[in-house]
Each structure stands twice: as C-alpha cells, then as structure tokens.
C-alpha cells in the first residue's frame, strides 16, 4: 500500500512539474561605425541577450541576462568585470490575482508615447492593472530609481485609459510629479500620436506630435518634439558639491522617426547616435520610406533647435535588408549648420540583427 502511495505521489508530482514551461529566446547585434561628428572616433560594439521565461499557470517569471560591451578579448582579464561578464538586465514576475494582473520586480517601462520617459529602469517596482466595462485602470510604485521628475521619495503612478471611437486616449498621474496625457488614432490610413508631459517640478515640460501614412507604396512620417529646456548632467566636484544643476532628461532611448543619428540608447544602443532628444528644445522632421530590390531605403530630415537658439539641421539616410535569418542596416547621418563647428560632419555605421 506504502509502494502504491509513493508511486501516486511521484507520479503526480512529475505531472505537475510536466505543467511548467519554460520558453528561451533572445536576440543580439553587432555594430561598428566611423564618426566625425564631435571628433574622429571610431566605434564598434556587440550585445547578446536572452530572455528566460518559466511559466506555470497565468504566473511567469522572467529573466533576462545581456553581456556588457566588451569581451576579454578587448583588453587583458582583471578581476573586476569591466563591463565584460553577464549581466542581469531585468527579473520580474507576471501573475494574476481574480481580474488583476500583477507586475513585480526590476524592469523597464515607458510613460505614453515616451516623449519624455521611454525605457526607464524601474527598480523594485509593483505595478497593478485591471479593466473594468473597456476603461483600463493601473497604479504602479517604485522605489524612486527613475530618471528626472520620475525619481525621488514619491514615485507612485495611477494610469487610465480607454477608447473613444477609434481612437484612445491614455492619463499617468504622479501627484508630486508629473501628469502624462498621450492619445492616437488611425483615421482613413493615417495615424495620430500626441502627447503632453506636464512636469510639476518646474517649468520642464514636454509635447510629441507625430503622423504617419503610407501612399503608393512610399511610408511617410512627420515628428515635432518639443522640450522646455534641454538636457544638462550634474556636475559635481571631487567633493561632492554640486558645481553645475542639472535639468532636463536625457531621454536615450527615443529615437524621432526612427533616428540612427538621435537616440544613443535605442535599439540597445546605436554607435552611431551623436545627440539624445533631450539635447534639443524643438526637434522637427519629415521621413520617407520605400522598398527597393529586397532592401528598405529611409531618408529623414530634421530641422532642430539644439540648447536654446542653436540652429541644427539633420539628414539620415538608412538601408536595411535583410539575411537568412538576420537584417543588416546601413547608415549616414549628417549635422548641418550648428554653431559648434565640430558637430557639422557626419557620422556612418553598419549594424547586424539577429533575433532567435
């Protein structure tokens, strides 16, 4: 009888464990580029990442690990890491509890369209959601690691959204913070994205307008950014007193248009970025698109007001084709114009995708 016990319990064990799933995929790049913008550098980089989910039920956890930029073929093995080991990019766990669903751990996250918070690093994070007759509802808290008006002792987030014909409108509330309004439609082929970003911390707000189409066989698209003030670090001395305040975001990670020549940190880093949408007070642009011989050509234009009153004109030219089982991109980038001499040059890169 013991035996016949012990043979069910095994067996319903394995059963269970048969219920779990675990699912791993990833994707990688490798890039190089010759820039002259802001001086003659050469830069190459590489980055692989995978995503490890295991799932039981409606609950997952996941994990994903990327290497740093370099190898140890780069430079001689020390014991510090050097940016050359694996590392834990972001661990959470999706779960649901009756009609919530639950988010909880160290993840990235965008605010609307992400005109001033996209891809943020959100550490420690909860984040709660549910729908209720089409109107979806949310709070999410962290512990203040966000960027800008993000962080500090209050970081905690009610969102709603909802859709109004077709088109749907979307509210993120910080009471101490900030307030996000972003809608977007599609209306006859055309579609309409907005934003505002209203900063309670000062005069640092934000506006996103931006529309897309398509027409024989050619995709368009028209951005306007626009930023109350650019972005500028903090400086601080050996001290550690503070010698330059620091304002604005950054903000890496958005690139207008799909931009290679703005957005240092889109797509996982692009070596051939010069500047971040935060640098500039008003970003405004038109970009075209079509496919050519098994390839997709896109040439952006941009007229940009880089600081306050510096005049910068842009012009990107972008090839992407793909491969068996990879695409290549191909890109120049030029600024015209600014004030900063050194900034009037051009700046041509070379990248390879894969996802698995």
Do not use: C
């Not at 969102?159 to 509210?171: A, E």
């Not at 931006?210 to 903090?234: L, S, T």
């Amino acid at each position: 009888m013991k035996k016949q016990l012990m043979i069910v319990a095994v067996a319903t064990t394995m059963a269970t464990a048969t219920m779990a799933d675990i699912s791993i995929t990833g994707n990688a790049y490798f890039t190089y580029s010759d820039n002259a913008i802001g001086g003659n550098v050469n830069d190459d980089d590489q980055r692989i990442k995978l995503k490890v989910i295991g799932s039981t039920g409606t609950t997952k956890v996941v994990a994903v690990i990327r290497n740093g930029s370099k190898t140890r073929v780069d430079s001689d093995a020390v014991n510090n890491d050097g940016n050359k080991g694996l590392h834990m990019d972001s661990l959470y766990i999706t779960t649901k509890a009756g009609p919530v669903n639950i988010k909880a751990g160290d993840y990235s996250g965008t605010i609307g369209h992400g005109v001033r918070s996209m891809g943020a690093d959100k550490k420690n994070a909860l984040a709660l959601s549910t729908s209720i007759s089409g109107v979806k509802l949310g709070i999410f808290t962290h512990n203040g690691s966000g960027i800008g008006s993000e962080s500090g002792s209050d970081s905690t987030n009610v969102s709603v959204s909802t859709k109004i014909s077709s088109t749907t409108v979307g509210i993120v509330h910080n009471p101490d913070n900030f307030t996000d309004i972003s809608v977007e439609g599609d209306f006859g082929g055309v579609s309409v994205a907005a934003e505002q970003w209203i900063d309670k911390e000062g005069d640092n707000d934000a506006t996103l307008i931006q529309v897309n189409g398509k027409v024989a066989g050619f995709n368009w698209g028209a951005i306007q950014v626009k930023n109350d003030v650019p972005y500028v670090a903090e400086v601080k001395n050996t001290s550690g007193v503070v010698t330059t305040a620091g304002q604005g975001v950054s903000n890496g990670d958005f690139a207008p248009l799909g931009s290679m020549l703005i957005g240092t940190g889109n797509r996982g880093g692009k070596a051939s970025s010069a500047k971040d949408v935060g640098d500039f007070t008003k970003v405004l642009g038109v970009s075209v698109s079509t496919k050519f011989e098994g390839s997709t050509v896109k040439a952006i234009y941009t007229k940009n007001t880089l600081g306050t009153n510096d005049k910068v004109t842009g012009t990107e030219l972008i090839l992407t084709r793909p491969l068996n089982g990879a695409k290549l991109t191909l890109n120049v980038g030029k600024f015209s114009d600014s004030n900063d001499a050194t900034l009037n040059n051009s700046n041509k890169g070379i990248r390879l995708d894969v996802n698995f």
